[in-house]
């Protein structure tokens, strides 16, 4: 089956921007979402289908994809932006996720 | 929007029951499938399964392979809900189980994620 490969932790000064890769086979032909969870709270969609925004997410969000990683950017990182950000993509019916990757800002 | 229900303890060898309660819209829609995700204490995410309703006529569901069979999603259209069953449960079956809207109308806009989730419910496996 297919994996998503995550960097365990990130972290970042306040106000940089900040990484978080998501690694899997020729994931450039693949569409991948990605997700920010805080403590105690359920998962939200921050990124769909590599770079659109849902109205909710602040342009400081962005992605990008090629080869076989994808990436989630954060500019000008703020507290409320730890937690866990999880990557995702539609295996043609499952849902396939990566193991998440906690992001702390300094 | 998503609410989940069911039984916080459930015992060895019995089997998980979960409701999913959708209100402000409507389970049969054409760019929507329903769907169970688990979350084990410090883990990751794990997606169990999904169901795409399109009608009373066009109704499929499919499944974690590694949840070997014991995994049924059903829909009840009339309470615009949809339902969890994992049979013979053991601990590893122990985790926050959210239901959530995934969008995708298998066309060309095709799958965009799970865009709302329900707030979660912890199931305990313990006699």
């Known amino acids: 089956s297919y994996e998503l490969t995550q960097p365990p932790s990130v972290s970042v000064a306040l106000g940089q921007t900040a990484s978080i890769t998501c690694e899997g086979d020729?994931?450039?032909?693949?569409?991948v979402h990605w997700y920010h969870q805080k403590p105690g709270q359920a998962p939200v969609l921050v990124l769909y289908?590599?770079?659109h925004r849902p109205s909710h997410v602040p342009e400081r969000f962005s992605g990008s994809s090629g080869g076989d990683t994808a990436t989630l950017t954060i500019d000008v990182a703020q507290a409320g932006d730890e937690g866990d950000y999880f990557c995702q993509l539609w295996d043609s019916g499952p849902l396939m996720f990566g193991g998440g990757t906690k992001l702390t800002v300094l | 929007r998503l609410q989940e229900s069911g039984p916080g303890l459930v015992k060895p060898s019995e089997t998980l029951s979960l409701w999913c309660s959708v209100s402000?819209?409507?389970?049969?829609?054409?760019?929507?499938?329903w769907g169970w995700i688990r979350q084990s204490p410090g883990e990751g995410l794990q997606w169990i399964g999904t169901i795409a309703y399109r009608g009373p006529t066009s109704e499929n569901s499919y499944y974690n392979p590694s949840l070997r069979g014991r995994v049924t999603i059903d829909v009840d259209v009339s309470a615009n809900r949809f339902s969890l069953k994992v049979t013979s449960v053991t601990a590893a079956d122990a985790a926050v189980y959210y239901c959530?809207?995934?969008?995708?109308?298998?066309?060309?806009?095709?799958?965009?994620?799970?865009?709302?989730w329900g707030q979660g419910i912890a199931v305990i496996v313990s006699s």
């Open positions: 959530g809207r995934q969008v995708n109308d298998y066309g060309p806009s095709g799958e965009c994620g799970v865009d709302v």
């Open positions: 289908r590599d770079n």
């Open positions: 020729r994931i450039r032909l693949r569409h």
């Open positions: 402000d819209f409507s389970l049969n829609s054409r760019f929507h499938d």
